[in-house]
């Protein structure tokens, strides 16, 4: 074939079916991101006031501020982990 017979790039071939129009990318939901990096702050935070909280008041911290870094941390990365699995599945078609 020459560069002659070639039909112009905006032309397209008459032999290929024409698809249909692409199906709409959905926005990737970003939810369960937003709870991980939230829910795992709140833990970092708790766990700084439970570290300075004897420096400031000089007595120990309250319980309330060890349980909610031993329970909101941990949950927090793995709501991430869980975000970074389910994210690197490939869309559904």
């Known amino acids: 074939m020459t560069s002659d017979a070639r039909p112009p790039a905006d032309d397209p071939?008459?032999?290929?079916?024409?698809?249909?129009?692409?199906?709409?990318?959905?926005?990737?939901?970003?939810?369960?991101?937003?709870?991980a990096l939230a829910v795992f702050a709140v833990g970092v935070v708790f766990t700084i006031?439970?570290?300075?909280?004897p420096f400031v008041l000089d007595r120990d911290a309250p319980t309330f501020l060890y349980v909610g870094a031993m329970v909101f941390t941990p949950i927090g990365f793995l709501m991430g982990l869980l975000y970074a699995i389910l994210g690197s599945r490939p869309p559904r078609a």
């Open 49 to 53: 006031f439970a570290a300075l909280t």
């Open 13 to 35: 071939d008459p032999w290929t079916p024409h698809a249909a129009e692409p199906a709409p990318v959905r926005p990737r939901r970003r939810g369960l991101f937003v709870a």
